[in-house]
T-cell receptor, first 113, second 114 residues
Framework: KAGVTQTPRYLIKTRGQQVTLSCSPISGHRSVSWYQQTPGQGLQFLFEYFSETQRNKGNFPGRFSGRQFSNSRSEMNVSTLELGDSALYLC????????????FGPGTRLLVL | AQSVAQPEDQVNVAEGNPLTVKCTYSVSGNPYLFWYVQYPNRGLQFLLKYITGDNLVKGSYGFEAEFNKSQTSFHLKKPSALVSDSALYFCAVRVAGGTYKYIFGTGTRLKVLA
């Protein structure tokens, strides 16, 4: 079974631009979560989608948004990029159910100049 | 508030020695506990999890973890460390019947010295 895939792997943007990141979950997984990882803040939860609905949300500004499609693929969008948005963005997928393991993709490294 | 604590930012251990990476949690309800490892510029890889049953859980690469309900801990252990075990380790908890949200610790960097 293929793992979680994320595209693109690397991205360079300038302040004020917007960016869209994509995540394809493991086949059969209906839940997709997004995390931001930075050296200073560690791993921070952005949001989780399950069956095309946002089920959980972290404490990020409205510039960060996401969606999930009927095939469980998910996209994350960041508008009006700031320097502090430079980070590794990780996507993770899981089957339904709290006992299930979350499996992570390799991440998208975003650099904002 | 529910939380996970990894009290050590970094753990150094000599190759061949046993290693322990500590994790404690605070949740209301029955916890499901997970350990992940992250190598440089990679995503997190699942190591092991505790759901129910035997308090000693065995996982990938020779790692194991012991669930201690009274101490609300889930420490990661390995009897004999390898240099290749050097990485960043994350503990996470999910609560049964909760919001399905994973709560991650801040991570512990493990350095195994040759």
């Amino acid at each position: 079974k293929a793992g979680v895939t994320q595209t693109p792997r690397y991205l360079i943007k300038t302040r004020g631009q917007q960016v869209t990141l994509s995540c394809s979950p493991i086949s059969g997984h209906r839940s997709v979560s997004w995390y931001q990882q930075t050296p200073g803040q560690g791993l921070q939860f952005l949001f989780e989608y399950f069956s095309e609905t946002q089920r959980n949300k972290g404490n990020f500004p409205g510039r960060f948004s996401g969606r999930q499609f009927s095939n469980s693929r998910s996209e994350m969008n960041v508008s009006t990029l700031e320097l502090g948005d430079s980070a590794l963005y990780l996507c993770a997928s899981t089957l339904a159910g709290a006992k299930e393991t979350q499996y992570f993709g390799p991440g998208t490294r975003l650099l904002v100049l | 508030a529910q939380s996970v604590a990894q009290p050590e930012d970094q753990v150094n251990v000599a190759e061949g020695n046993p290693l322990t990476v500590k994790c404690t949690y605070s949740v209301s309800g029955n916890p499901y506990l997970f350990w992940y490892v992250q190598y440089p510029n990679r995503g997190l890889q699942f190591l092991l999890k505790y759901i129910t049953g035997d308090n000693l859980v065995k996982g990938s690469y020779g790692f194991e973890a012991e669930f201690n309900k009274s101490q609300t801990s889930f420490h990661l252990k390995k009897p004999s460390a390898l240099v290749s075990d050097s990485a960043l380790y994350f503990c996470a908890v999910r609560v049964a019947g909760g919001t399905y949200k994973y709560i991650f610790g801040t991570g512990t960097r493990l350095k195994v010295l040759a």
